[in-house]
């Protein structure tokens, strides 16, 4: 009994350390949390707190590349 090959391509892996760091909107921009909160924000002044609060976009030029490693969101 001959055995057929598969024509189908395999599926394309996400990157997992990009999924956990970055989020695609529904009109498609990609944002990304503040960075500098683990710790020693003691220090930090009330506006900067509240600044890094905020989620922000990343550049358009990289939307490309994160949407790559991410294929399926």
């Known amino acids: 009994m001959k055995r057929h090959k598969d024509k189908t391509m395999p599926k394309m892996k996400t ?4 999924v956990k760091r970055f989020k ?4 498609k921009k990609v944002i990304k949390r503040t960075g500098g ?4 924000n003691a220090r ?6 509240r600044n890094k609060r905020r989620d922000s976009e ?5 939307h490309k590349n994160i949407k790559k ?3 399926y969101n």
């Open 15 to 18: 990157k997992k350390a990009v």
């Open 37 to 40: 909160q683990g710790h020693f």
């Open 24 to 27: 695609i909107t529904k009109k």
């Open 44 to 49: 930090e002044t009330g506006n900067t707190k």
């Open 58 to 62: 990343i550049a358009k030029a990289d």
């Open 69 to 71: 490693l991410m294929p």
